[in-house]
C-alpha cells in the first residue's frame, strides 16, 4: 500500500502562484506515474497533469503554459506549480500514483488539499 500525503493548497488571489507537493511512502517511487486531478464543487473530476516515469509530461488545455508538474525521485514528491491562477482553477486537487507490473494494476490516491482562488 502507498500512501500518498498532498500539502501546499490555500487561499490566493487571482494572478497569484501555489506549489502544490505530494509525498509518497514507497521506496520505487520512480516506477509510478504521477498525476494531479482536481474535483471542483458540481463537477466531475479531471485529469490536470501527469508525469509519466520517464518525465514526459502531459497537461489539460485549460492550464497549459501556467502550471508546470515535475518530479524528485530522490524525495518520493511530486509537485505541481501552479502560476497566473483563476477563480476556475478552485478546487480540491488530488495526487495519484499508477503503474503496472505483469501480475496486476498499481493505483492509489492521496486525501486531497483545497485550492481556492478568490479576491
Known amino acids: 500500500q502507498v500512501q500518498l500525503v498532498e500539502s501546499g493548497g490555500g487561499l490566493v488571489q487571482p494572478g497569484g502562484s501555489l506549489r502544490l507537493s505530494c509525498a509518497a511512502s514507497?521506496?520505487?517511487?520512480?516506477?509510478?506515474?504521477m498525476l494531479w486531478y482536481r474535483q471542483a464543487p458540481g463537477k466531475q473530476r479531471e485529469l490536470v497533469a501527469a508525469?509519466?516515469?520517464?518525465?514526459?509530461?502531459n497537461y489539460v488545455d485549460s492550464v497549459k503554459g501556467r502550471f508546470t508538474i515535475s518530479r524528485d525521485n530522490a524525495k518520493n514528491t511530486v509537485y505541481l506549480q501552479m502560476n497566473s491562477l483563476k477563480p476556475e482553477d478552485t478546487a480540491v486537487y488530488y495526487c495519484n500514483a499508477v503503474r503496472s507490473s505483469s501480475l496486476r494494476n498499481y493505483n492509489y490516491w492521496g486525501q486531497g488539499t483545497q485550492v481556492t482562488v478568490s479576491s
Open positions: 508525469i509519466t516515469r520517464g518525465g514526459n509530461t
Open positions: 514507497t521506496s520505487i517511487f520512480s516506477l509510478y506515474d
